[in-house]
């Protein structure tokens, strides 16, 4: 493979590729909308409450509560707000860079779940569950003035996902599953000629006859880098009833380790460039990024039949893709630091029960950011820590079918920016943004 001294041009476009979404509902670019009724109560309790099928994603071991068979399938259109205000943005850390402020960059996205139970005996439940665990997108103006750290972003995952629970005794219950994971990602960026050229020029002085800058007629050249992988991972956890109205959950996630491959297409970019240095020359894509671990622990207290309390601590391993290094052909490996780290996500969430029909939920929860500082924050992931404030209603028809709503704001804390990409272009700004969350799900027992 062939290496290059100095900067790494191809790190402008090709480093967030697998990083790319902007994630505006939970920490990093996590999903955590995984159910309505869940939503409702900001998912306080999640790995011990196992009042619905939902339960299988969250602690396969709840499906130990239930008796009927039940399938579950739910609906989150999830609406974000994304704008940036520039605070001295330049070229090489000299110019001001031309351009607006990227408009409204949040990308409305409706996110499914569908989950199933199937009791066999009365120690023993399969069930299954499909969704999205990372995902959402964004995409700024063309014209913005942070067009060369990037222009759109987008990731799909799907994750299938069976388990089994098994009923220790009238306490203990435990979970296992194993999830096979797809993940797509897309990413598009303006790359600016000038800027390339000429530092081509300075770091191989060899080059500068063959290189003329100054017959560069489109400043902006585009790229656009998609790549797919597959991976596989489990999840296990247990529940213990502590006393006849205190519940006690523990689940596990695993990481799940993808290598995407894919494209990368340039236009526009100046012919001495690509003919010369080889850079930007359509071609194969690599990476390796591991998707976060993450562990909860839940507690549930039930007031008799009326009212339940629910707490719940997550802890993500954002850590896992500290490091991203790709492959761009046989040309070069680019390796950046991202230097995220672990998080928590605190919970607390309330379910009253109005009669044998309604139930009304409420939470809130806080989010931690895995972004270390301005300097290291991506216009692809500008995420800071936030809060989120809940409410949902469960309203069953018979004992059969039931539907559940769920409402959530969240407010994210101002995430300032102050991000010099490869070509030594300087992005300084802030982004200012929130996010609100519709869900809707019908429950079957049967």
């Known amino acids: 493979m062939k290496t290059r001294s100095g900067r790494n041009w ?14 505006v509902q939970a920490s ?29 994603y969250f602690n396969p071991a709840g499906m130990g509560r239930m008796t009927k068979k039940q399938i579950q399938v739910a609906a989150h259109y999830i609406k974000p707000t994304i704008e940036y205000t520039d605070d001295g943005s330049t070229l090489a850390g000299v110019l001001p860079i031309t351009g607006n402020d990227g408009e409204d960059a949040g990308v409305p996205a409706w996110i499914p779940n569908l989950y199933y139970v199937h009791p066999i005996d009365d120690r023993l439940r399969v069930g299954l569950s499909v969704n999205v665990p990372f995902g959402l997108s964004s ?4 014209e913005w003035v942070g067009r060369y750290h990037g222009i759109k972003s987008a990731i ?47 770091q191989n002085p060899a080059a500068v006859p063959f290189l003329n800058c100054s017959g560069i007629t489109t400043r902006d050249g585009h790229a656009d880098i998609d790549g797919s992988s597959a991976g596989w991972g489990y999840n296990l956890g247990f529940i213990y009833n502590l006393s006849k109205h205190d519940r006690l959950g523990m689940a596990y996630r695993s990481a799940v380790d993808h290598t995407l491959e894919g494209d990368a297409a340039f236009t526009d970019i100046h012919p001495n460039i690509q003919a ?15 998707l976060p671990a993450t562990l909860s622990v839940s507690l549930v207290h039930e007031y008799g039949d009326t009212l339940a309390v629910m707490l719940d601590v997550t802890w993500t391993q954002w850590s896992a893709i500290e490091t991203l290094a790709i492959d761009v052909e046989d040309r070069q490996t680019i390796k950046e630091e991202l230097h995220w780290q672990d998080t928590r996500r605190y919970a607390i969430g309330a379910i009253y029960n109005l009669d044998a029909a309604m139930s009304l939920r409420a939470g809130v929860a806080y989010d931690e950011s895995p972004v270390p500082d301005a300097e290291h924050r991506l216009v692809r992931v500008p995420d800071s ?39 030594g272009h ?19 027992r049967f």
């Open 385 to 423: 820590d936030r809060t989120w404030l809940t409410l949902g209603m469960d309203y069953r028809f018979d004992e059969a079918l039931s539907l559940s709503i769920g409402y959530a704001h969240i407010s994210i804390k101002d995430a300032d920016i102050d991000n010099t990409n490869a070509t």
């Open 10 to 23: 191809l790190g402008i476009i090709a480093l967030p590729v697998f990083l790319s979404p902007v994630a």
């Open 28 to 56: 990093g670019f996590a999903v955590v909308e995984q159910s309505a009724s869940g939503l409702g109560n900001a998912f306080a309790g999640g790995s011990a409450l196992a009042d619905e099928a939902s339960t299988v």
């Open 139 to 142: 995409e700024y103006d063309p």
């Open 276 to 290: 010369v240095a080889e850079y930007f020359v359509d071609g194969t894509t690599s990476a390796d990024i591991t």
């Open 426 to 444: 300087n992005l300084k700004g802030s982004f200012q943004s929130d996010v609100s969350i519709m869900s809707a799900q019908l429950n079957w």
């Open 156 to 202: 799909q995952t799907m994750n299938i996902n069976p388990a089994v629970s098994y009923q220790v005794n009238n306490d203990l219950s435990l979970g296992f599953g194993v999830s096979y994971q797809t993940m797509s990602a897309q990413l598009t960026s303006a790359v600016d000629n000038v800027a390339v050229c000429s530092g081509i020029s300075q």
